[in-house]
């Protein structure tokens, strides 16, 4: 058994904790919530338990169809023990309806569908908002390299058809989600989290919203919503 040693960092949603195996940290999954960069904040009650039984759910999935991630073991209700990675400095977004910054982007309707799905990279700045970037951005910062940027690109396409399927078959439409990824002994793995947080999940058939755009835009029953999403992915 792992033992926890010191934290180490602390965002919006998780903190991270040393463990006594270099290779390995603790990931606990806070019941904070922002959006909008942090402008909007709040706590969702029992969020972090919910999040993380959904994020194990989600990378033992993925594992099992080949897509390497950072999940080792659910510790606890708030504790995931995962690979220490060094991240990769841009959020990857994928996308299969238009919602969110897309809207706000192009001046498209919410729900309008994109048959050829949409691979977006954002920088990790808060300080700049998380811009949009593009390959070019990547490189001349020296965020990864082209055969990295390369891996991410397949990884992600792969997930979004993996992820695509296992939604629906929940009767759950997947719009859009965001990953990262880290750096393991020299291989790029999915890291962080796949939650209600960081997915658009719909309702097949009514719509009804199941995420945090609950939060976002002040929808209620949000924490009922990740419920919603943790009872389906239990079954
Ligand atoms: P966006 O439409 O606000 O750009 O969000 C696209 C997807 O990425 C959506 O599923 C929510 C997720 N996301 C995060 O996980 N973290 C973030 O900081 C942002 C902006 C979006």
């Known amino acids: 058994m792992v033992q926890k040693v010191e934290k180490v960092y602390e965002g919006k949603a998780k903190i991270l ?17 922002t959006a909008f960069n942090a402008a909007k904040k709040g706590t969702v009650g029992q969020k972090g338990i919910m999040n993380n039984k959904i994020s194990t759910k989600i990378f033992e999935f993925l594992a099992s169809k080949g897509i390497p991630n950072h999940f080792e073991k659910h510790l606890s209700d708030r504790e995931m023990l995962v690979k220490k990675v060094e991240i990769v400095g841009v959020e990857v977004i994928i996308r299969n309806r238009a919602a969110g910054s897309l809207c706000r982007l192009l001046g498209v309707e ?15 700045r808060d300080d700049l908002g998380d811009p ?3 390959e070019g951005h990547i490189q001349m910062l020296g965020i990864a390299t082209p055969e990295e940027v390369a891996t991410i690109k397949k990884y992600t396409l792969a997930i979004n058809d993996l992820m ?24 790029i793995i999915l890291a962080d989290e796949i ?12 719509g009804k919203k199941l995420d945090k755009d609950r939060f976002r835009h002040d929808l209620g029953n949000i924490a009922e919503a990740y419920q919603e999403v943790l009872d389906r992915v239990s079954t």
């Open 110 to 124: 919410e729900g309008r569908k994109i048959d050829t799905p949409i691979l977006e990279f954002c920088y990790k």
């Open 132 to 134: 949009l970037i593009n």
């Open 17 to 33: 904790y040393t463990t006594d195996d270099p290779d390995l940290v603790i990931q606990y999954f806070k019941d904070d919530a």
């Open 164 to 187: 695509g399927k296992f939604f629906d078959n929940l009767g759950l439409e997947l719009i859009d989600f965001k990953l990262e990824f880290g750096r393991y002994k020299g291989e």
């Open 195 to 206: 939650s209600p947080d960081t997915c658009r999940l719909w309702e097949k058939g009514t």
